[in-house]
Structure formats: structure tokens, C-alpha cells
């Protein structure tokens, strides 16, 4: 079983819907941190959590750490939001990666 | 403010022979994270360095070195190279620990081994 896991896999979304990616992980952390990656490999992180909740215009992103859970949500998508999606734990000077949440959003 | 850079862009070798790709961290920026990514697969944590010396690593062995220099540019160092070791190579820059700091990513070297 993967340390950090991520659903779904794979996600096709009309246009103005909204998005929840999930990510759980099993190992002790201190921080989540969120990516998107487009086509062509380009990576930008999204956001960095250690507790609580954080915005960035459409992109709401939570974490639980008694559950060890967070979410990233996407409100109102659109299709420049099509890329994977991928959740990153950082704990004990390591990183560990989910497999990522591939996301289409047609228009 | 320049953004991170590496090098080369894309890369062949044959298994066996050593390889070496460069990284330029964001200015300002004292902490380089190196990623290995396969093919359609997430990436995975190699190091990274702080101010000069390795502060983390991932399950890799030691065929992969690296090294941070004085104005924080990094190099990463793979040794008899693999089939395996196939893949897409990011950094990331970022002032401060990665786990605690938002990371800016370059755009990948891209290694192919024959």
C-alpha cells in the first residue's frame, strides 16, 4: 500500500463543476504540500499546509491532521484547470509523492 | 528575478557511462530539491540541499550524489547508469526547507538511457 494515496485517478468534468481531489497518508508529517503539473512536465505548487484551510482564487485546499487527510477543491473549473494534480507529504527530511489525479475539464 | 533553470534540456546515454545535470535555484533561493519522475508515474524525492550540505534523502543509492555550490546552484550526479534510470529530472528551489516553503520547480532534464 502506498504511503500516500490519491483519488480519484483519473477525473472528466463539464465545464463550471465543482472539484474535490483527495489525498490520504499514512506516515507522520509536517507538511502537504499540493502540485499541478501540465503536460510537457512543468510543475507549480499550488499550495504548502500544515493545518487548517488555505484559498487562492478558485482553489481551496484543507487538511485533517488527526484523520491525515486534505482536499483540494476547485470551484467553478474550467478547462486551462485540465493538468495532474498531485499531493506531496514532507516528514522526517523525506518526501513522498501520490501517484497524482489526472483532471480533464471539458468546455 | 530569474526563475529556475537546468540543464541540459534533453540527455541520451548508455548504460554504464556517468551523467551529470545542472540546476540554477530562483534567486535568493538557499535550498535545492532533486526529483526523479518515470514516465506517467508521480515523482520521486532524490535530496535536497541546504546551504551547502545534504539535508534529506530519498530511497536511492548512492550512485546518485549531488553537490550545492557557494551561490546555491546544484549539481546531480548518477553513476553507472541504469536502464531504469530513464526519466525526467526536476529541481526545485526554495528559500528555506522545501517542507516548509513554497518550491519553484525548473523545467526538468530529460534522461534517456540506452
Known amino acids: 500500500k502506498n504511503e500516500v494515496e490519491q483519488s480519484p485517478q483519473n477525473l472528466t468534468a463539464q465545464e463550471g463543476e465543482f472539484i474535490t481531489i483527495n489525498c490520504s497518508y499514512s506516515?507522520?508529517?509536517?507538511?502537504l504540500h499540493w502540485l499541478q503539473q501540465h503536460p510537457g512536465g512543468g510543475i507549480v505548487s499550488l499550495f504548502m499546509?500544515?493545518?487548517g484551510k488555505k484559498k487562492h482564487g478558485r482553489l481551496i485546499a484543507t487538511i485533517n491532521i488527526q484523520e491525515k487527510h486534505s482536499s483540494l477543491h476547485i470551484t467553478a473549473s474550467h478547462p486551462r484547470d485540465s493538468a495532474v494534480y498531485i499531493c506531496a507529504v514532507f516528514g522526517n527530511n523525506d518526501m513522498r509523492f501520490g501517484a497524482g489525479t489526472r483532471l480533464t475539464v471539458k468546455p | 528575478e530569474t526563475g529556475v533553470t537546468q540543464s541540459p534540456t534533453h540527455l541520451i546515454k548508455t548504460r554504464g557511462q556517468q551523467v551529470t545535470l545542472r540546476c540554477s535555484s530562483q534567486?535568493?533561493?538557499?535550498?535545492v530539491s532533486w526529483y526523479q519522475q518515470a514516465l506517467g508515474q508521480g515523482p520521486q524525492f532524490i535530496f535536497q540541499?541546504?546551504?551547502?550540505?545534504?539535508?534529506g534523502r530519498g530511497n536511492f543509492p548512492p550512485r546518485f550524489s549531488g553537490l550545492q555550490f557557494p551561490n546555491y546552484s546544484s549539481e546531480l550526479n548518477v553513476n553507472a547508469l541504469e536502464l531504469d534510470d530513464s526519466a525526467l529530472y526536476l529541481c526545485a528551489s526554495s528559500w528555506g526547507l522545501a517542507a516548509y516553503n513554497e518550491q519553484f520547480f525548473g523545467p526538468g532534464t530529460r534522461l534517456t538511457v540506452l
Open positions: 534567486s535568493g533561493h538557499n535550498t
Open positions: 506516515v507522520g508529517i509536517s507538511a
Open positions: 540541499y541546504y546551504r551547502e550540505e545534504e539535508n
Open positions: 499546509l500544515s493545518s
